[in-house]
């Protein structure tokens, strides 16, 4: 498979004028928890020609291919990319601390230095616990749930706790963060939830866990009321951002 997607960002290359800076796997290949029939998302950062950006008309800044059954593959335009990580995007600190890696630049390197200078607890907190409430509220309120959806909860609530707990961005596997994060009470549970779910398709339910749905319940409510007591001193300036976007263009003009 690897072979397989390495050829696909090559076409997109060819195809798109660009050059790819970073391709990743992201969602649950990435997070350490994948099923046996998880499809692949693949995710990747480029950047154009210098006179696409110096075009009068807008150029689309995303690149998307369509979904099969099993590759998922998108990717972000350079200029998006670092506008995005001015925000703090959370999406983009996962995708640059992927463990799974199909193609690297020197790129990579340099916005990984840079990354730890714009990122926002209070923002990065803010996604995370909307992301566990939002799929906490859709998919685990029934007798009989998926058993993906857990993790869905789980690694956000975790995230935030080790936001709030360390202040630093949460690491991208579960298992760090289930180590650092998880009360000692849910581990043998969730050592048996995560066993099923990388051994069953993305499809099996099963029924609810109570002692895992409090701890979710709780620590949702607890996060939200520790988000609104944060200072967002997150001041960050355009320099280092704009000196790594023309290096970028003009690297790729050569």
């Known amino acids: 498979m690897r072979e397989k997607i390495q050829a696909q960002l090559h076409r997109i290359e060819d195809e798109e004028h660009i050059k790819i800076l970073l391709a990743v796997e992201s969602g649950s290949r990435a997070w350490g928890f994948a099923s046996p029939d998880s499809d692949y ?86 996604h995370y616990i909307s992301m566990a409430e939002g799929n906490y509220r859709e998919y685990l309120k029934g007798d009989l749930v998926r058993a993906k959806k857990y993790f869905y909860v789980l690694r956000p609530v975790l995230a935030c706790q080790w936001i709030l707990n360390q202040g630093t961005p949460p690491p991208i596997l579960f298992s760090e963060l289930m180590k650092a994060e998880l009360p000692v009470e849910l581990i043998d549970a969730v050592n048996q939830l995560l066993e099923l779910k990388m051994n069953s398709p993305e499809v099996r339910l099963i029924p609810k866990i109570p002692e895992i749905n409090e701890y979710l319940d709780k620590g949702i409510l607890d996060i939200k009321s520790a988000v609104r007591l944060l200072d967002d ?15 970028e263009i003009n690297r790729a003009r050569a």
């Open 233 to 247: 001193n997150h001041t960050p300036g355009w320099k280092e951002l704009n000196q790594l976007f023309l290096q």
């Open 41 to 126: 998302d693949v995710r990747f950062v480029y950047v154009r020609r210098t006179e696409d950006y110096l075009r009068l008309e807008m150029v689309r800044d995303v690149i998307e291919l369509p979904i099969n059954d099993v590759l998922d593959i998108n990717g972000w335009d350079l200029q998006k990319t670092l506008k995005l990580l001015y925000k703090s995007n959370p999406t983009l600190f996962e995708w640059f601390s992927s463990p799974i890696v199909y193609k690297e630049t020197e790129f990579a390197g340099k916005f990984r230095d840079l990354m730890i200078h714009f990122f926002s607890s209070k923002k990065t907190l803010y």
